[in-house]
């Protein structure tokens, strides 16, 4: 990819760099949080970064007036602003600028796709101000279900991942591989240590007429929980051995045990999300969705697809 810097969909200049991250901005607080963590982001990987800014060119009554062209040279003076930002605190990274008269979540789905593709999208996202976790809007919630690639949320005051552990949420059975491979290379371009947590509850049947209590079932279920988380972070463990790790495996609900763990000073929580190709229904499992509400650090939002083995063995519950 040839970089540079550049506003209204200005081109690379002649310097090679390696992928590039996408963030969304619209001048708000939030959105300059999360172009904070995407610069970071982006100087860590050796990648260009992508600024996009969209707004919808709806042609009315008032586009007589001039308010489309207000509108033009409003997104113009934000993008200018974002590129000084970054090139102020990050002068050697290679930055875009793209501006895109057009709906923000088509915008960002396909500034995000365009070949080789992003390896990152972060948006910004309102806080819930003495609640923790984030307010996730619609182009939010939109983009989250249609895009390819990993989606970081960012709220204000949280833009250039503070010092603490990367969290990962493991399911052995689906989509361990996307996550933990996504949350080891984050770990280790920051130099932060990985906690790789398993929570796992009794089957409903267990929890009844005192079967649970009759026989140790909830000691051998922990027991195999261990050994199978420890089965899925072993190749990363190998692969990044250079990153600290905590295997954490909890009789408990996971999005509970996240937030905690968040709430004890992580600097990025990553969960995953299963790719789903159907119009209808939620894109957002429930474990993402209670997190993201729950969670006040950067969360990052992995899309996976089930492999035949998985598919077949959920076909099989």
């Keep these: 990819m040839r970089a540079g810097v550049g506003s209204s969909g200005s081109g690379w200049v002649e310097a090679v760099v390696s992928g590039f991250v996408v963030v969304g901005v619209d001048g708000s607080p939030e959105s300059l949080a ?22 919808p060119s709806v042609v009315t009554p008032l586009s007589v007036l001039g308010a489309v062209d207000l509108a033009h040279r409003q997104a113009e003076v934000t993008l200018r602003e974002a590129e000084l930002r970054v090139r102020e605190r ?10 895109v008269p057009q709906d923000p979540v088509r915008a960002l789905v396909e500034e995000s796709g365009e070949e080789p593709g992003a390896e990152t999208l972060v948006l910004g996202s309102r806080g819930l101000g003495a609640v923790a976790g984030f307010l996730v809007g619609s182009v939010s919630r939109r983009v989250l279900a249609k895009v390819a690639c990993p ?23 689906q989509g361990a591989a996307a996550v933990l491979g996504h949350a080891f290379a984050v770990a280790e371009r920051r130099g932060l240590p990985l906690r790789a947590v398993y929570a796992w509850t009794l089957p409903v049947a267990y929890q009844y007429a005192g079967i649970a209590a009759s026989v140790d079932v909830s000691g051998e279920m922990q027991t ?15 692969e990044h051995p ?76």
């Design 90 to 99: 990050w002068p050697e990274l290679a930055v875009q600028a793209v501006q």
């Design 224 to 238: 195999f929980a261990e050994v199978e988380l420890a089965r899925v972070v072993q190749p990363w463990r190998a």
């Design 151 to 173: 989606v970081v949320l960012v709220r204000e005051g949280e833009g250039q991942g503070e010092a603490g552990e990367v969290v990962v949420g493991v399911d052995p059975y």
């Design 34 to 55: 999360a172009l904070d963590w995407a610069a970071e982001e982006a100087a860590g990987r050796g990648a260009g970064l992508k600024v996009v800014l969209a707004w």
């Design 242 to 317: 250079g990153v600290t790790v905590v295997e954490e495996v909890l009789n408990a609900r996971p999005a509970k045990v996240l937030a905690e763990r968040a709430a004890a000073g992580a600097g990025l929580v990553v969960v995953g999300r299963r790719v789903r190709r159907s119009p209808l229904g939620a894109h957002l499992g429930s474990v993402a969705h209670a997190v993201l509400h729950h969670v006040p650090c950067p969360v990052a939002v992995v899309p996976y697809e089930r492999t035949p083995e998985e598919e077949q063995e959920a076909g099989d519950e």
